[in-house]
């Protein structure tokens, strides 16, 4: 889908969720060749599969399918009598590209077809003073388009933080050394086994996927599965699995009970894309080529959908691209002859950019803990930049945090330990990786070595 059709989806968004009746879609869909009939029941298995839920995951799932999916979507639309969303899809995509801060959102339309801006700078056209009784000057914007000036739109400026103040015994808490594993700081994993650890090792993709075989992640795999059983998890490794396959793995998982264990564990070794999201970017691919976003992946395991893991950590680990960028670096002191070389059997998991669609249409749930609470999502690269796998050694950002987890998890706290990851990995290589993370967590995590 090219960028003017992404910019009118994303525009669109709220009120294509708030009217979209999906459900006379699905054959119109089908019949066009949109979506295959696995891909249908995932919209359909959405969140909770409302209504709303549905047309949500249609439109975003809509930007993945190609130059002609808008086209087509507004053809289904024609087809199940859905004629005003239709028009209104059209007669936008037929407009003239306009440049974004100088229109608002297209969710309400005016009569003509015309959305809310649009119908009042025609008004204003015909009558300049209609807002304030008294004559406006007038801009020129184009040829034959006018505008009163004092309606030109406002550049608004990033507002200023503002400073908070610590008071001194909250600051001394914060920064006393030797915090130890007061349970007030950190979560406890005193629970034998801790936890349940997936491991999904995605490695030989479908020939009409067009993805490569990640040669070396079954390296990547059999490490972290020794690694994570010596941190008394119970792991459990599923190899090659389609995106179907991937959620029913998943939801399998969030519906255990973990009531009398302390902590979950989801790592995917796959390849990765830019994807919509809300709140956390990326996805992951099933070895059918069909993509399953991050953002799904974590909620599944949210405070509503796993209660027995309420209040407990959740951890993810991506080792998948975030785009396809390759990351040049910039010019620092002299890297050693050893990181210079490393790259030359190394290989990304990168696949093609899908975007962000805008901003969320509904507030996010809130319950006696926040809904995404307890939750941290560690990425092997930066959004948007490739990830690097040596074919023989396995992928830099699993091999460094087996290692640091091998040395340092008897007494560092979980983000400690991945920013030794990111400093080590981004020190590696020709091209460049930078690792991150999003924590959701509440207090520090150690995880049990003994």
Same mark, same amino acid.
């Given at each position: 889908m090219d960028e003017k059709d992404r910019e009118l989806l994303r525009r669109c968004r709220l009120r294509l969720v708030r009217e979209l009746q999906v459900a006379d879609l699905w054959d119109a869909l089908l019949k066009r060749g949109l979506f295959t009939p696995d891909m249908i029941e995932d919209i359909q298995q959405a969140g909770s599969g409302s209504r709303r839920d549905q047309a949500r995951q249609l439109i975003t799932d809509l930007e993945t399918r190609g130059s002609q999916a808008l086209p087509?979507?507004?053809?289904?639309?024609?087809?199940?009598?859905?004629?005003?969303?239709?028009?209104? *899809?059209?007669?936008?995509?037929?407009?003239? =590209?306009? %440049?974004?801060?100088?229109?608002?959102? !297209?969710? /309400? &339309?005016?009569?003509?077809?015309?959305?809310?801006?649009?119908?009042?700078?025609?008004?204003?056209?015909?009558?300049?003073?209609?807002?304030?009784?008294?004559?406006?000057?007038?801009?020129?914007?184009?040829?034959?388009?006018?505008?009163?000036?004092?309606?030109?739109?406002?550049?608004?400026?990033?507002?200023?933080?503002?400073?908070v103040?610590?008071?001194?015994?909250?600051?001394?808490?914060?920064?006393?050394?030797?915090?130890?594993?007061?349970?007030?700081?950190?979560?406890?994993?005193?629970?034998?086994?801790?936890?349940?650890?997936?491991?999904?090792?995605?490695?030989?993709?479908?020939?009409?996927?067009?993805?490569?075989?990640?040669?070396?992640?079954?390296?990547?795999?059999?490490?972290?599965?020794?690694?994570?059983? *010596?941190?008394?998890?119970?792991?459990?490794? =599923?190899? %090659?699995?389609?995106?179907?396959?991937? !959620?029913? /793995? &998943?939801?399998?998982?969030?519906?255990?009970d973990h009531g009398t264990l302390d902590c979950c564990v989801v790592v995917i070794l796959s390849h990765g894309c830019q994807a919509s999201h809300r709140q956390f970017p990326g996805a992951v691919y099933g070895t059918d080529g069909c993509s399953v976003s991050i953002e799904r992946i974590v909620n599944i395991f949210s405070g509503t959908g796993c209660p027995s893991l309420g209040g407990k950590p959740k951890l993810f680990f991506i080792q998948a691209c975030g785009g396809e960028q390759k990351d040049h670096g910039f010019k620092v002191a002299s890297a050693s002859p050893e990181d210079m070389a490393s790259g030359s059997n190394s290989e990304s998991d990168a696949t093609p950019f899908q975007e962000d669609p805008g901003s969320s249409d509904q507030p996010d749930a809130v319950a006696s803990l926040p809904t995404p609470s307890d939750i941290f999502v560690s990425y092997s690269t930066f959004p948007g930049f490739v990830s690097w796998r040596d074919t023989k050694s396995g992928s830099w950002y699993i091999e460094t945090l087996d290692r640091v987890l091998e040395q340092w998890a008897d007494s560092e706290d979980l983000q400690t330990l991945l920013l030794r990851v990111a400093n080590a990995v981004s020190e590696k290589g020709i091209y460049k990786q930078m690792p991150g993370y999003f924590n959701f967590l509440r207090k520090k995590l150690y995880f049990k070595t003994s």
């Open positions: 087509l979507f507004i053809s289904c639309l024609q087809d199940t009598g859905q004629n005003v969303l239709a028009s209104f *899809l059209s007669i936008n995509r037929q407009a003239p =590209k306009q %440049d974004p801060a100088s229109v608002g959102p !297209l969710d /309400v &339309l005016g009569p003509m077809g015309l959305n809310l801006n649009e119908l009042e700078i025609h008004r204003m056209q015909q009558d300049p003073s209609r807002l304030t009784g008294r004559h406006l000057p007038t801009v020129v914007l184009g040829p034959g388009e006018l505008r009163p000036a004092e309606l030109r739109p406002e550049v608004l400026k990033p507002e200023v933080p503002r400073q103040n610590i008071d001194s015994e909250g600051l001394r808490d914060t920064c006393a050394p030797r915090l130890g594993r007061n349970t007030d700081l950190a979560y406890v994993l005193d629970a034998d086994p801790c936890g349940h650890c997936l491991i999904i090792n995605n490695v030989n993709f479908c020939f009409k996927s067009a993805l490569s075989s990640r040669t070396g992640s079954n390296i990547d795999c059999e490490k972290l599965q020794r690694r994570f059983r *010596l941190l008394h998890f119970v792991v459990e490794v =599923k190899c %090659d699995l389609t995106a179907k396959d991937m !959620l029913q /793995v &998943l939801v399998g998982l969030a519906r255990r």
